[in-house]
């Protein structure tokens, strides 16, 4: 039996190596953004630069009680915000997408009631959800390496 000690010794060592080099669950999980998931990201991130970059056109919509154009504008160009911020989210790391979800959510949850409070003429109400977007869009962006 002496004789094959070392080699199971190296039989072994093989297995180990590979054990930590092909990965546990652990090793199949990325932590950082590598150019194949960055190209991801990138991909999606031209159409949630341009929600964003048209975001301040609400405020001016409600500063003036435009109720007619608030309500056009979350239904018109806003209306694609559940699919593009999501696209996105997906593309997120896995550390990384539960808040990104749950932000995304926000975000429409927001417009929703600010929709509502500009069929009610609600110009208070209608100010504070478009902060509350604002603001969670704004965290949203922070968790994704293309707005950083
Ligand atoms: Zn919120």
């Given at each position: 039996?002496?004789?094959?000690?070392?080699l199971?010794?190296?039989?072994?060592?093989?297995?180990?190596?590979?054990?930590?080099?092909?990965?546990?669950?652990?090793a199949?999980?990325?932590?950082?953004?590598?150019?194949?998931?960055?190209?991801?990201?990138?991909?999606?991130?031209?159409?949630?630069?341009?929600?964003?970059?048209?975001?301040?056109?609400?405020?001016?919509?409600?500063?003036?009680?435009?109720?007619?154009?608030?309500?056009?504008?979350?239904?018109?160009?806003?209306?694609?915000?559940?699919?593009?911020?999501?696209?996105?989210?997906?593309?997120?790391?896995?550390?990384?997408?539960?808040?990104?979800?749950?932000?995304?959510?926000?975000?429409?949850?927001?417009l929703?009631?600010?929709?509502?409070?500009?069929a009610?003429?609600?110009?208070?109400?209608?100010?504070?959800?478009?902060?509350?977007?604002?603001?969670?869009?704004?965290s949203?962006?922070?968790?994704?390496?293309?707005?950083?």
């Open positions: 039996m002496g004789r094959f000690r070392p199971l010794g190296i039989l072994l060592a093989v297995v180990a190596s590979c054990l930590v080099a092909c990965g546990g669950p652990a199949k999980i990325p932590t950082t953004y590598t150019p194949e998931l960055l190209q991801q990201v990138e991909l999606y991130t031209p159409a949630v630069a341009e929600l964003r970059d048209r975001f301040p056109e609400l405020q001016g919509y409600i500063q003036q009680k435009d109720w007619v154009n608030v309500q056009s504008f979350i239904h018109g160009p806003m209306g694609e915000m559940r699919t593009r911020v999501n696209r996105l989210a997906g593309t997120l790391l896995t550390k990384d997408k539960p808040q990104a979800q749950s932000l995304a959510k926000e975000i429409y949850t927001h929703e009631r600010l929709d509502e409070a500009a009610n003429n609600q110009q208070v109400i209608a100010g504070q959800e478009y902060r509350n977007a604002l603001d969670d869009f704004d949203f962006l922070s968790l994704v390496p293309t707005f950083q």
